[in-house]
């Protein structure tokens, strides 16, 4: 069992960080809800910090995903093969623009993803910085809850079309090569 | 209530929204910002030259970096502005949802094809 390191990043930036992060999500979209809502107890100091915590872990993964995609990721999809090269696996991005039935993956869904990920670390930074400074007392300003909470949902949707359209262009075509790193030493049947 | 806990509900309702509000609006800013670099990269030669600051990842470092600065900028100043300051949050959170929904919008090929 091996893996190579282009697919070892590819591993850490989409399911380490990203699929993590899209996971976090909701327990802050209901955490968020829950602890700020006037309806509940007031939140206490211990559910407060855990909070403030987990936003600044999202905050985290969020930052990682998009920067070692756009870092170290994006730059083996987007190789240009040299000319005449007739094996394209190595040039995702060309291996997909090859066929019609595979070039959508590339216009519409990288076209979109490289794009709009940027929208989740921007908007849960945001959430994060209003809680780390408000905390439960968010309840007494009602518009910047809503923006807050608003803002959670619209970076997971961003989170969300990045990470679909990701998992669908690497299984077309899959960012892969580079050193092979051996994981286990299987049996041969 | 305590003599502390009563002084800490006193500060937090006290406590102003424009800090809050500046985190948000630049938020929107920082969000639409994407979208606009995305398309005048994607659609002037010059600009995408410009933003190709880091060959290996091509114009997208670029858009991406200045939208960042421009986000923190704003944020930055918007919060010099109205700290310690009441705002009203009505317009200021909708111009934000508007931003932030442009800002899925433009980002959207199909969307950015049409101009």
Redesign the interface.
């Known amino acids: 069992m091996e893996i190579t390191l282009r697919g070892l990043w590819t591993l850490i930036h989409g399911m380490g960080f990203g699929a993590l992060y899209l996971l976090a999500c909701s327990g802050a979209a209901v955490e968020l809800f829950r602890l700020t809502s006037s309806a509940t107890p007031t939140a206490t100091p211990a559910q407060e910090r855990f909070l403030r915590l987990y936003l600044l872990t999202m905050v985290v993964l969020a930052w990682f995903a998009?920067l070692t995609g756009?870092?170290i990721v994006?730059?083996w999809y987007?190789a240009v093969p040299p000319p005449g090269t007739a094996d394209l696996a190595m040039f995702p991005q060309r291996l997909l623009l090859s066929s019609p039935a595979t070039s959508g993956w590339h216009?519409?869904g990288m076209?979109?993803k490289?794009?709009?990920a940027?929208?989740a670390p921007?908007?849960i930074?945001?959430v994060a910085?209003?809680f780390l400074?408000?905390g439960h007392?968010l309840r007494?300003?009602r518009?910047?809850r809503?923006?807050?909470l608003?803002?959670t949902l619209?970076s997971f949707?961003?989170a969300g079309i990045a990470g679909f359209f990701g998992a669908m262009i690497n299984k077309h075509a899959p960012v892969d090569g580079g050193h092979v790193i051996q994981l286990s030493q299987g049996e041969t049947r | 209530m305590s003599a502390s806990s009563q002084a800490a509900s006193t500060a937090?309702?006290a406590?102003t929204?424009g800090?809050?509000?500046a985190?948000?609006l630049?938020?929107g800013i920082?969000?639409f910002c994407?979208?606009l670099f995305?398309i005048a990269a994607d659609k002037s030669p010059h600009i995408k030259a410009l933003t190709n600051i880091?060959k290996?990842?091509?114009p997208?470092?670029g858009?991406?970096t200045v939208?960042?600065v421009l986000?923190l900028v704003s944020w930055l100043v918007l919060a010099l502005l109205w700290r310690n300051r009441d705002v009203r949050?009505?317009p200021i959170?909708t111009l934000?949802?508007v931003l932030?929904g442009l800002?899925?919008l433009l980002?959207?090929?199909?969307i950015?094809d049409i101009f």
């Open positions: 998009v756009a870092y994006y730059p987007r216009s519409l076209e979109w490289e794009h709009v940027w929208l921007i908007s930074t945001m910085a209003v400074q408000y007392d007494q300003h518009a910047l809503t923006a807050a608003t803002f619209a949707l961003a | 937090s309702a406590r929204n800090s809050g509000a985190a948000i630049s938020a920082g969000a994407i979208g995305a880091y290996p990842t091509g997208l470092s858009v991406t939208a960042i986000w949050l009505a959170t934000a949802f932030l800002s899925f980002t959207f090929p199909p950015a």
